[in-house]
């Protein structure tokens, strides 16, 4: 052994050895595909609107990396146009959000009846404005005004009552009275979209937050106008399950 190869020379590793190929590690072409590709995915992993960071270690935010910035920017380069056609498709893509919870509550067992009255309400409530909720928490930028919030919002109650009475109708209910006919398109209808707008208010109130502090959106402040969405429409399905065991007629 050379006194260049004695055991202990960096010539011994493996990669240092004539003929040797570097091999990376294949978890490295994992971790790099899964980088944000975009501004916008890149905005969601910054570290410098960690509430943790510590400004006398990190010292100042660079240029142009804080959301702020970002928001304002995207918000100059987003015209009106695109902002009233994000309204439209949230309002028609909430008519296939809320199918999924009209399928909640059915049959007279206990666990059917607190399905109705807790969690189909809850479940539906959150459907109904996800779409819009998810605008305001991620892109901000795509609602112009309080009045597209509020639009997405109670688009998507309207839509969920109008499913709701096309599958109760045609297919829950045998041979529908008038009565119920007459109910499910008033009372409901008003039901929903009046939750919805309630829960809308909530929504409104994360986005003009963002606005004004010029930062991350903070849906905790949503949770009160859910909450009472929520309650609201357990309540109403709760009347109705009391009509149903007394056998009231419409």
Known sequence: MSAAS??????????????ARHKPDPSEKTVEASQPATDDERREHTVWEEPGLSRELAGATPEGASYGEWLQARHEA???????????????????????GAFYGSGQSWFSI?????FG??????????????????????????????LAAIAGGLAFS????????HFYIPDPSPGIVHWRWTVCVVMHTGCSFIAGLGILRVWRDAWKRMARPRLTLAYPYLLTAFIIHGVYNGFAVGLALVNFQF
Do not use: C
């Open 6 to 19: 004695d055991g202990h020379s960096i010539h011994d590793e493996p990669h240092m050895r004539e003929g």
């Open 121 to 150: 309400p809850l479940t539906e409530e959150v459907m109904k404005v996800g779409m819009a909720t998810y605008i305001v928490e991620k892109r901000p930028y795509l609602f112009s005004s309080a009045r597209q919030v509020l």
């Open 78 to 100: 987003t015209g009106g146009v695109k902002t009233w056609l994000v309204t439209l498709g949230v309002a028609l893509s909430a008519g296939p959000w809320a199918i999924l």
């Open 162 to 169: 109008i499913i709701e009475n096309i599958m109760y109708l």
């Open 114 to 118: 607190l399905t109705i009255t807790v």
